[in-house]
């Protein structure tokens, strides 16, 4: 498999025992090669989903630095790029984070996403051959 993107889902599920996709997630994660690649605006919205639990949030940003997962940078020239991204799928008003793995999809070649959002991700498209593989 080649290199993988990974949305918010699956990076909260991984971090909380309790999550209802933990199990999977984790499942998944043993078959996918690593580090896995996202992006500030994912690692951002995770932050927000685990502000409730004690000293997860500091895992998640010890396993960035251990090398878990790498964090791809956006320049602040391609942020109207990830603007194209939200106004062309405005109909199923995607959330910042998805936009930018989108983006970060065309621009560097991913065609696996590691998501629990079928329903978007289903939709958005991303380089030649436009459907992104999602994986669980």
């Known amino acids: 498999m080649k290199r993988v993107l990974v ?17 999977i997630c984790v499942e998944t994660l ?6 896995l ?20 949030v500091q895992h998640l940003l010890d396993s960035i630095a251990e090398g878990f997962l790498e964090i791809l ?5 391609e942020v109207s790029e990830i603007g ?9 008003r995607p959330q910042l984070a998805d936009a930018a ?10 065609d696996v996403i590691f998501t629990l959002d079928r329903r978007d991700f289903s939709v958005y498209r991303a380089g030649r051959k436009g459907v ?5």
């Open 84 to 92: 194209k991204v939200m106004e062309k799928y405005r109909s199923i």
């Open 101 to 110: 793995l989108v983006y970060l999809a065309e621009r560097d070649g991913f």
């Open 7 to 23: 949305d918010t889902g699956p990076l909260v599920a991984i971090m909380l025992r309790a999550d209802e996709h933990h199990k």
């Open 30 to 35: 043993h078959d996918l090669p690593g580090p």
């Open 132 to 136: 992104l593989r999602i994986v669980p």
């Open 37 to 56: 690649f996202s992006c500030w605006p994912v690692i951002t919205e995770a932050a927000w989903l685990l502000r409730g639990h004690q000293g997860v």
């Open 73 to 77: 940078p956006i320049q602040s020239a």
